[in-house]
């Protein structure tokens, strides 16, 4: 874990925020937490896309998500 939340509302493995190398934009991964995962006030079912100012619940913790700088695609 790189960013532990330290509450009896959150699972060990809780969640993955991601950025796959092939996808335009980062997602959020539920491991099938206890409670759950929210983005934007809408739980997520698997996987969920973020888009930048968007508001993640993860048990007791509101956590605010921003996206900066830009990501360019390499020519191979």
Known sequence: NEL???DGTVSRFHCTILWAKDDDRPSVIDHDSANGVEIDGEFVEGKAW???????????????LELSGTREAKQV
């Open 50 to 64: 973020i888009t930048g100012g968007n508001q993640l619940v993860v048990g007791n913790f509101t956590l605010a």
């Open 4 to 6: 532990c939340l330290n």
